[in-house]
């Protein structure tokens, strides 16, 4: 079983912060997605990356994949009370089919005004 | 908005009795999952559809089981509800070609 660990798992901070939320393996993903839930709602998919060592901007959130797709980090600039929320990543193993996305436990984030 | 909603949105229920949970789509996507989401274990794949009939188990699919008679209808059975099985139920559908999930809205399921 492939597991994708996420560090931290709580993350209080100041508005106006920067911050960097983390997601690793073991194994090697085909693609690594994020996304953001907020209280009583579902996840919200922000960003699948797929290429080894590639960056995507999703205005002040900075997505990265390891070199060796891995690994993943969220970089968030200037945070915004509204970017409160669980963070997750999840995978696709190499090879996986219907059932083939792992989901880490995510990181609790919560930024204070 | 993926067009997905799930039903009922809030359920109460005593140990032993059925429940079943319903999921819809409008967006006509092959396939479907369900999953839970408890605190410590993250989400968790129940069971998922990959077509009218053709269902699948996942990671925790003990005590449950599904059903898929049209496409856009996915329907998740609790035979016996026990209080473990209290949780927070989501629906998916997915999107080619990296399977990307879209969420409905979460059933809140308690068992007394």
């Known amino acids: 079983t492939q597991l994708l660990e996420q560090s931290p798992q709580f993350l209080s901070i100041q508005e106006g912060e920067n911050l960097t939320v983390y997601c690793n393996s073991s194994s090697v993903f085909s693609s690594l997605q994020w996304y953001r839930q907020e209280p009583g709602e579902g996840p919200v998919l922000l960003v699948t990356?797929?290429?080894?060592?590639e960056v995507k901007k999703l205005k002040r959130l900075t997505f990265q994949f390891g070199d060796a797709r891995k690994d993943s980090s969220l970089h968030i600039t200037a945070a915004q009370t509204g970017d409160t929320g669980l963070y997750l990543c999840a995978g696709i193993s190499p090879g996986g089919g219907a059932d083939g996305l792992t989901f880490g436990k995510g990181t609790h984030l919560i930024i204070q005004p | 908005d993926a067009g997905i909603t799930q039903s009922p949105r809030h359920k109460v229920t005593e140990t032993g009795t059925p429940v079943t949970l319903r999921c819809h789509q409008t967006?006509?996507?092959?396939?479907m999952y369900w999953y839970r989401q408890d605190p410590g274990h993250g989400l968790r794949l129940i069971h998922y559809s990959y077509g009218v009939k053709d269902t699948d188990k996942g990671e925790v699919s003990d005590g449950y089981s599904v059903s898929r008679s049209k496409t856009e209808d996915f329907l998740l059975t609790l035979e016996s509800a026990t209080s473990s099985q209290t949780s927070v139920y989501f629906c998916?559908?997915?999107?080619?070609?990296?399977?990307?999930?879209?969420f409905g809205p979460g059933t809140r399921l308690t068992v007394l």
């Open positions: 967006e006509n996507h092959r396939y």
């Open positions: 998916a559908i997915s999107a080619p070609p990296y399977n990307e999930q879209f």
């Open positions: 990356v797929v290429t080894g060592g």
